[in-house]
Every structure is written in C-alpha cells, then in structure tokens.
C-alpha cells in the first residue's frame, strides 16, 4: 500500500471472501469504488470503519424479486422492497415484470427508473416483460439502460404475463440477444391438472403443480433455445430431475434456485399452510436433496430470492384463493449463511452464487468482485452470529417471514452500497442512494 494515500471509506481489519480465498485485508474507498486491499495506514481515511471479527462479502445481488410497484404497493413499493433488501445485506436487486402495468415497453421501465430515483436504497434493474405482443421489439426493449433482460413467464402465475407455447418462446428468442429468464412451469400441464388442487389444502399445490410440469418445461425451453443459439436463465429450479436433465446443458442454460426450496420442504405445508404456497411449489425432500447437489456440483449457478410478498390477508384466503409468494430477499442472506454455519456449503460458494455468479450471468459492469476498481458493495456480516427470525424484523409491506421463529447462525451487519454505509447494525443510516446497475452488453447505454 503506498503511504500517504486518502480514502473517503476504510474497512479494517475484516476478513475479506473474494477471488483471491479468505483472508484478512483491509479495503480503501475511493469515489464509491474500490482502491486499494492490504494493509492501510489509519490516518489515511475519511471514514473508518472497524470491522475486526466481521467478514466483509461482495455485496451481494438478489436477481430475482417482485416489488409490486406500480399497481400493487399495499403488498410492496420500490421503497419498502429495498429497505428489505438493505436491512438483509443486499446491495442490488434484479425486479420482476409481473406489475400493473406490466413492464412490456420502453415507458413501463422508464416509468420505474424514475419512480426508483432517490426512493431506491438499494442498487437495482427492471426485467423486461416478453409476450407475443412485444416480442419483435425486445431486441431493442432488453438494450434499454437500467434493463436486466427479458422475463418469460411460461406457466401462469400471480400477474397476467404468459407465453406457454413453442412459437411464442421461439419468437421471442428468435429476437433477443441477452441472457433471458424463465419461469419454466407447463401451463398446458397446469391447465390439465387443475382439478388436483384440494380446496383448503395448500399441501396440494405441489399435486397440482408436479414435477412432471416443472421437467416439461424446462427441457422444452433448452430445446428451444439450442435451437435459436440463444442463452437462457431458468429461474428457481424446484425438481430433481430437472437439476440433473441440466447438468447436460450448462452451455446455454444458467440456473437460479432459492432459499425456500433449498430450506423448507413438503414436511412443512402442515405447519405454515398456504404461507408455504410458492411457485414454482416447495416440494418433498428428495427435490430438495437434488437442489442441494446441484449447490454441490456447480450446476446451479445462483441464488435468488424470488421476494414475492403478499399480504396476511390475502395468505389467508383459503386454498386456492390464496396468491403464491412469500418475502425473501431480507431473509436470503442469513437463512444462506446458517446454512454456510452448518456446513452444507462454504462461505466461498455462497459468494460465487450472490455475487461473482450473478455478475457472471448477466454481465453485470462493475460489481461482484473486491478488487481494485470495482464498486464498493459490500455485505458486511458476523459468521458468528446468532439470531432469531421474526416477523417483527420483516420491513416488507407483506410483514411476515415464513421462517418465523427458526434460530440462524451469521447475520448480516452491514450493507455498503458505492462507498455508502446504508445499513449498519440493523440501522437504515444512509436512505435512498440507490442507482440503476450497468452492464456490459448495455454499456454505451447508460
Ligand atoms: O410464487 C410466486 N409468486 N411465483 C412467481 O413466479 C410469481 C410470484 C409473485 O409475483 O407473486
């Protein structure tokens, strides 16, 4: 480190997870990036922040939840949504199209980028809405700035955005040239087993909603997008066999799978009812076995939240009458690292599953490493840590976690966004510095 060096921000003495392994370095801010790692002089910094017996993470990206706004926001608002995210450890967050309006055009998503400005506290990017109508345009559509890509909704879920057949998905491949993500459930399955569901029994959402369709449609969007040479993501992987059917093709699919699925089970329908209905479904644990392998062997690639919050109320309509969704991106952090406590994956794996991973998959500019030149967003946590979730520190409008009650291991402490100490301690200290993330296809864009 060279003497006499300033930085606006230094984090000292954490240990730091990053490309290089785990280790103790101290971290320079300079102009909301990254300056210098290694040992820095203490009367070198604006702001120096004590991190000794803390582990400072890339910060980490949840690319995958549903704010509601416009259209819903008496269950979520872009604001509430990021406190969330920032009050978990979160530092940016990829939002879904399944608004109202739907985010199927250029002023939809514009119309969230402004409504994000100075009400955001967290990082983020809008997917872009794909359906049979817009489908010519999204090549132009996924290239707008503060765009993450195109959304697919290929089996129905809360919204009205769908396109279930082969022509349709083939149209709207046929057109982009991004890395685009699936909600990969067969809706002619889903129509034929409807009467599957059992009124008042949320345990046969997974009945319903079986393996079987989830398979289906996955292995018709990777035939699908081999045929048209085009990437795709597949969004929260919920079967064994599908985990297994894409090992085969890592070439064109990325693969997303979520806290819920790899933590809850079918066990749990009892217990937590309708609050457990997800889509697609949680379900027994031999899925969740064949997740887990697929953490293991690297087919999965990263971890999403699929935050979907739905109020109490409307949870407690009885089954099927309820929505799908539960909150999640508060939550993904310490549920994960209780996981990392118990030994079923390594600090390292989760870094390279909520930051490397993401920035990897979409091509994300300028975040999900610590090294020099980099922004400088960091989740902050304490591996050590002991907490009990409640719905009381859920700051989703939704206020209510389905893992109530569970006792985690690793909290998060601290979440820096740019160089912005946004969350310290459970506190919101610095509000709304939020901006759109960049990315490297789009980059001429804004
Ligand atoms: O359970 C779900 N809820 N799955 C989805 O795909 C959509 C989400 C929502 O928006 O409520």
Redesign the pocket.
Known sequence: MAMGERYDLVLAGGTVVNHDGVGRRDIGVRGGRIAALGAIPAASAGEWIDCTGLTILPGVIDTQV?FREPGAEHKEDLESGSRAAVLGGVTAVFE?P?TNPLTVSAAALADKLTRAQGRMHCDHAFFMGGTRDNAHELGELEMLPGCAGVKV?MGS???SLLVEDDNGIAEILRHIRRRAAF?AEDEFRLRERLSERVAGDAASHPVWRDSAAALMATERLVRLARAAGKRIHIL?ISTAEEMRFLAGHKDVASVEVTPHHLTLSADDYARLGTKL???PPVRDRAHRDGLWAGVANGVADILGS?H?P?TLAEKEKPYPAS???MAGVQTLVPVMLDHVAKGRMSIERFVDMTSAGPARLFQIAGKGRIAAGYDADFTVVDLKRSEILTDAWIASKAGWTPYAGMAVTGWPVGTIIRGNRVMWDGELVTPSVGAPVRFLETLARG
């Open positions: 549903h879904m399944n909704f879920s809360t919204g909600h929260h209905q997800m889509n699929d979907a739905h929505p799908s969704g």
